[in-house]
């Protein structure tokens, strides 16, 4: 399982469903992480969050490598904290959802 921690330090975080094996994937210029998403489809398998401080959407392997910034802050989209992920496994759409805007952002190759 994978949450969010908007501690002193946020962070997020992954587990095995009974909580053993606890390690810690991100703890690094993360403002209000929240809005995971899990593409399975993917190969390396990744990980989406929204940060609601930052304004922003990230994507990395799941196993919190190869970060990068898919939406920042120039997109004026405030306030993130959910999304969805959509399509099929050569296209995707990200649904978001935001503290003033629902609205769907890009469609991407998944190359």
Known sequence: MYWSDWGKVAKIEVAN???SNRQVLINSSLGWPNG???DIAATPKKLYWA???HDKIEVSDVNGSNRIVLVDEKQNIPHLFGFSLLGKKTHAHICLISYRVLRE??????T
């Open 36 to 38: 995971l998403a899990i």
């Open 17 to 19: 469903l009974d909580g």
């Open 51 to 53: 940060d609601a401080k």
């Open 105 to 110: 952002w890009g469609k991407w190759s998944k």
